[in-house]
């Protein structure tokens, strides 16, 4: 269906501006070329993904509880409640002194509610990770240990005109390079190779172009940047290349980097 | 004498040539002695050849039964069969609860309404998240096709390397740090079913 569109489109088009329209993924070359020169810059989005589950927000948590309920009423006893009840039964008839006391009997047998308190023990004993870490405590952003249930995402600060600015690594692609080639080159220059990451394939997810100031301009009118998308899978940042980097979540990372372009073509591929 | 008599018998034989069918005649080179009597061929009783034939064939005609006997049984799942003894002990089983009340049975009612809709919502803004995903790919290719159609292809090429994947979703609570789950018990049991 979105074909059948694109195709309608470029029929009513009227002649003059068929040039500037494209069929995607179509393997015929275009012939209209842009004159003005831009240099290519690629960029990597590198996120670590959540690694314990979204806590329950209030209707997601009435829910699995009424869930929980329906089966326990479909249920039927297990082998332990009718063991329980059977002690019950047991133990009520010897108070009433209509059963005698097996003394050898009752010291070694342990009734369904013994059990169940050693297990509850058990458990108890039984230390879970927390799910929220000492990181998140100190508020250590440029650790990948916080903030368990969100995406992360990594933005370096670099100084561009004597500025400090926090973006995503990005680097200008050399000759001889694909645009994927470049950013992984990018990733390791800026952040070192102890990162392990995994490219999404080798289209760039996202894109955003800007002109350079009048008076800087030489052969080129401005950047373009093409942003590939990465997901982390351990090692951190070298801190010894970049001196300073963080790790935020989405809420954080467009408070970062405010309004602004750059932001706004960012947020168009963030999950 | 009798010698010379048949060396003249020779010389006639030479120049006028007999032709004989009988074996007599000819020259034997064979030495007598490398000579040894046939074996015997053992004869067997056409009746119990047929006999063993017979056998033969009617074993392999009750593996086919056998066989085909058993493509008709599936192989038994345990998992799906319910045990006997829960059969037997249903009633015993089956919790004493009071029916629910028409209140409840509205909340309940209501409750899962609330959750369609919400689930609903969900679905609607992950296909959102999908259409602005894909057309801020698509706007980036665009691009790069403007800028250089060699890059363009170079990026619409697949990624063999991203198959296969393992992913390791989120879980209730983080992994602990050099935890050594402790081993359970394995109890080996591979049923043959032929």
Known sequence: MYRKIVT????????????????????????????????????????RLPIVSKSFNAIEREFQEQLWRVEFENSLQSDHELKHQQDLIQSELIKKGKMEVDLDDSASKQTAQDL????????????FALRSTADDATNKTNSTNRCLEDTLYLVVEESLSKQAVKMLPQGPRLDGET???????????????????????????????????????????????FFYRASLHGGNVDTAIAKKFEWLTRPALEEQLQKSEYSESIQKFLL | MALRAAFSKLTLQSSV???????????????????EPLKKKKKLDPQIIKQREDRRKKKLEKQIRRLEKNARQLKPIEELEIPLTLLDEKDKRTRKLLPLSDKDLETRALLTKKWAKYKHQQKVSDFQTIDRLLQSQNKALDELRKESEELYQEAIQQDMALLPVTIKGPVATPPIKNYVSPDGDYIHENKKWD
């Open chain 2, 17 to 35: 040539r007999q032709i004989s069918s009988t074996s007599i005649s000819r020259l034997q080179v064979t030495p007598i002695l490398c000579a």
């Open chain 1, 116 to 127: 169940k308190d050693a297990y509850s023990e058990e458990l108890k004993s039984f230390q």
């Open chain 1, 179 to 225: 645009m994927r080639q470049a950013a992984e080159r990018v990733l390791r220059e800026k952040c070192g190779t102890q990162l392990e990451v995994t490219f999404y394939g080798n289209a760039p997810c996202g894109f955003y172009k800007y002109k350079y100031p009048k008076e800087v301009r030489k052969s080129s009118v401005g950047a373009k940047v």
């Open chain 1, 8 to 47: 309608n489109l470029v029929k009513f088009v009227p002649k003059r501006d068929a040039n500037v329209i494209m069929r995607p993924m179509s393997a015929k070359s275009v012939e209209s070329k842009s004159i003005e020169n831009w240099d290519l810059y690629a960029s990597v989005l590198v996120e």
